[in-house]
């Protein structure tokens, strides 16, 4: 693995869990967790489980008891790293988002394909498909519980920018981070919009916003980081927010909105989808339950049922606890390790694919050009 | 009253109600209910306590005993009525969307001004500004407590139309309704954002569909409709569903949505207000609830906490139940007639003007503009 | 109608709303309300729409056009005046609870029962059967969708006393009110559990609580009520709270709780029915909703649903707003009438009859003797 | 640790855990694991992370290599095994309850109390003072934040029993489980209750019910089980469900209600505190989230407000996730050892001790002895 910080963290415990919790046809085997700094990677290392630490990912590559090569830095390395892992013969799990731009992406698509010839898979760490409630709406949708789709209403609301005297951290700057909650946020609902729908945006009409334009910087006016002002802050040069609405493929109208000022919510990601026959409901602050109205039901007696995703029927719960004992957020780094290790098991693509990805990069991309061209309506390339 | 179906008797519920419960400094006295159908307006007038009938809204408004019209009729004719009842010296009452374009909506905004000078009033019957949870929620954005308005998040759902076996009904002609769920639907919610956070929406960007463009008509093949298919159907001329972002004046972000094609959704308006100090959130499915989120607490104890809006000291309950005992949809109405009457004692310009009403029209005028042109941002005209 | 109060309020929308909203077979003509004091009964006369006053309630009685008698005055009344009025030959509605004593209650029950026979009929005002979402839920027991009942889970919390400088009201001397929570919230809660499971408790085990036992008097020391302490404080000498358990006729388990002292809980009654083939759950904060799991779904997609009890179909409803426009408290009184005057235009006993309220009355009865008798299980008589 | 089954599982995530996400002192390590079938424990072992297997609990015992011994057998065999780790100078973690009977559970903290002079230290498992909501719970309690106490409502719902087919298992057999849903689930929330009130039970009223007495064997009639009907069927001998009410020791009113059909509730550990300055409401089926209403706050903006019990300064949480990002039911289990590990190396009585699961016990038994003697009030042992 490679990065060590919150997004290591978590595939950390993704990693360790899986073969305690589900039957694998492989045992996972934590070799080696690279970072710059050698001093926290042990640290790291030692708190999360790893056998030993690399300070260059380059060398983590050229390992021999390397299968595997989990890529949790930022997103502008994204595309180097697992280029020259794929390259080197290795399975690629990368965060998302895939990279930073849509020509990266390509790039990284078109190795990974290249690498599937050869027996090697890459897939790209959209967690939210693998709480046992999005999965479980993917299913029923699938079996065509809501009929035509008509909307799609999604959100990912969270709110530490609300304070303007917050740091400019490095996900405030585009040249680290790419965009700001479009690309972190914002990639999350529509790679989540498009896996529960089973269809594509067709275009987007967009607004992005930077409430507020200049911060503190974090470590004082001599952090190295570029447009300093005299008074000890920085430019902020990302969005703080993006809304955008579109059309999927099949005609339904979406709507979808990314930001960090939404004060009060914490980790709201929302999506609600209506069709002809039915629709479905979930927020991730409250993971363990999807709604679910079955529009075929007698009007008398219909309405939205809170399901709760704890039964051994539901995706991924036949290995844990009884009814209605509820499952985390880190859980679904845990089941993205048992899909992995299944896909890798039986020689099939993993999903979402670096494909799925890249196309994700194209919305965004598309989203920013609207914004930019006075919200016309883009067509996502395809 | 002219017209005397869902709007009238729910206007009926408010004049023959408003008295009964709050001081009111003058007595509504129910006068005259006017209707094309002879028979029908007398079992109207019977149903709703009105003391008597006309057919021709031209006699009604020329009666001495008329003091105020209330024109609940379709929005084809609230322009015509409506000049007419100022012209003759009559406060006016008109239901919401003030008109069918804005050019309708000029002249009669001129005319109330007019009208005004004679002390005379006009008001548009934006109903839902006398929610009391939406009434305490506009006295807390004023006080300040959201801070600067970051984010506006408004939707209507509503699913009466979701099967395509229901009829062409007149809200489905554009040339009598005007327009869709945008006129219907979407001239509330642009009137409550507005209202609530006290700004301007300064532009919009667009998209607008029909689901389902031809449906069964009511009465068969013979009801009169124009473009009637072979089939007994006819063409919806519509919009379905709309969906747009905008920005208001202070530059905070927007996005609305108006369906009646969310399947499970009855009259869901919701609107929730994210601002740099607070947040507030209201669904009209549970109509005396209000949540409000103070930024400023300590996140320890911090949370979205739901107002029941019941208590004497909130708008309009100070006349109503204890605390608890709900209040339901048709309160509106009464509290519109006890706002009215006090206006009109008092010789003040009740809110919302028709001036409000204007601004509404062309915030919907700028949304079909800007879905025929490619979801462009297009501003709204002063 | 005797009583002006709050109950006197609320009786009166239900007379004057009644045959405007619903098809009456008779339309019900306000004649005449009685209060003791008479400027006051006259200000009410004119704010609630009554045609004549009397300040004898004997008076009232023999008038020849009065058919009906609306006793809305505390309890230590009611058995007088209704045995009055039956006796009169006039048809009685009788507010809750029906009596202080079982003694008075079971007069009061035969009384009505010799009535019957002359063609008079006597209801006891428990107007929370009459909420759509409780009149729905009774319909879905009786027609089986629970099975056989095992759990019945009823709570009435309002926290209306909490703070200890809340004056002593009358309500809260037993002389004049009878009991505390217990008559007041404690007889609704009987009532709807009873009618909701069509079943009667058969026993019950109770602890009473009186929180504070002395509270300043309402006018201060010369107030006039009894047991005035030195400083100006008078004795509660009802209870503040009750919890008791019981069974059902069928085994069925059951728990209630009545308070004022539940910081938070304005007007909570909540209750909940667990069967062999469902569950219902209600909370009359949200009185247009109904909880309902249908335990004969697969689990895979079960949940307890939200039913918003709107639809046409709905008990009441087909006479109201369209789906999603929510009612309110008051409306339990206007659908009081309406049951009422069909049930009198029929001929048949309405529902419930002073039988049910003496029912309630012996349930109480054995609440307050169990809690005497160190809480043992105490069987309610039949 | 002895036992590999659903607490076996929850308590090996634990101990392989706490050491990834918290600082703590001293590093657990995984030494062995015991259970009968030598087969069977080698299959835990590997699957749960532990080094080695023992098949006799005594000899688990007598290694040295063991400093602690975590019980997570049927209640049974608490007492016995306890005893001997705590003699062979172990400390102990010992699953709730405490033991089957009030004789064994005053041995058992005999022995605690004893071994605690001798350094060693004896904890019960009751897990649910472990979820940050509840812990959050306890400290505002401690701060004063609800006042003097009127109110305690606890319930646990499951559902598992419904159907009368489902089998007849180990936990419906009182000689091996104790007691029903009494033990099982009324133990946790006697626990919760007296944990978050900072006071003990003083007495109880209780009523007890098997709703379904006769159960198909698991295994059919040769499966072992006494009491076998001609018909493969046997005798349920522990109580179905049990309602029952209190008073604490400052005079505040409980109820409470342990079942296993509560159809659609899943886990639905609910508890409501009511108190003169504030009240708490948490339910374990959202378990990230505390109900907290402020007395104290003017009536017109107050309300029970939903605390996102995911922030860094909550408990426990400063070692998780960002804000909003979820835990699960096992964190309790992570959290268990963190705070038992801490005690340890500080040699200071983890909590609860033996003499808190005692108590417990004790008003088990009360409830036991009420049900029996005709629900009479009974004081709880001190």
């Not at 709604?291 to 809170?306: L, S, V």
């Amino acid at each position: 693995m490679i990065g060590y910080a919150f997004m290591g963290a978590a595939h950390s415990q993704g990693w360790r869990t899986a073969g305690r919790v589900f039957d694998l046809p492989r045992d996972p085997v934590m070799s080696v967790i690279c970072g710059r700094n050698a001093t926290a990677v042990r640290t790291a290392a030692d708190r999360h489980g790893w056998a030993s630490t690399e300070t260059d990912w380059r060398a983590l590559i050229e390992r021999d008891d390397v299968d595997l090569v989990d890529i949790c830095t930022p997103g502008d390395s994204h595309a180097e790293i697992a280029l020259a892992a794929l390259a080197a013969g290795k399975h690629v799990l990368c965060e998302k988002p895939l990279a930073n731009t849509v020509a990266e992406a390509e790039t990284m698509t078109a190795a990974a394909e290249a690498a599937y010839r050869n027996g090697r898979l890459a897939m790209v760490g959209f967690n939210y498909r693998r709480v046992p409630a999005t999965a479980l709406a993917r299913s029923m949708v699938a079996e065509g519980r809501l009929g035509a789709l008509r909307h799609v209403r999604v959100a990912y609301l969270q709110d530490w920018l609300v304070d303007p005297e917050f740091p400019l951290t490095w996900r405030l700057k585009k040249e680290l981070a790419g965009s700001g909650s479009l690309g972190d946020l914002g990639a999350h609902i529509v790679d989540l919009a498009q896996y529960l729908t089973g269809e594509r945006l067709a275009g987007v009409s967009a607004l992005t916003e930077t409430f507020v334009r200049e911060r503190p910087l974090p470590g004082g006016p001599t952090s190295g980081l570029s447009a300093v002002s005299a008074n000890g802050t920085g430019q902020v040069t990302v969005d703080d927010a993006a809304v955008f609405t579109g059309r999927f493929t099949s005609g339904a109208l979406a709507s979808f909105e990314a930001t960090r000022y939404a004060t009060g919510r914490k980790n709201a990601l929302r999506i609600e989808l209506n069709g002809s026959r039915g629709s479905l409901a979930f927020d991730l602050e409250r993971l363990n339950e999807l709604a679910y109205h079955d529009g075929t039901e007698p009007g008398e007696h219909a309405g939205f049922r809170r399901i709760l995703v704890t039964e051994p029927e539901h995706p991924y719960l036949e290995a844990w606890w009884p009814p209605g004992h509820g499952l985390g957020y880190e859980h679904t780094f845990v089941h993205q390790v048992r899909d992995l290790v299944h896909a890798i098991d039986e020689g099939r693509r993993p999903e979402p694919s670096f494909a799925d990805g890249l196309q994700v990069q194209r919305v965004l991309a598309a989203v920013e050009e609207s914004a930019e061209k006075n919200s016309v309506y883009t067509p996502i390339a395809v």
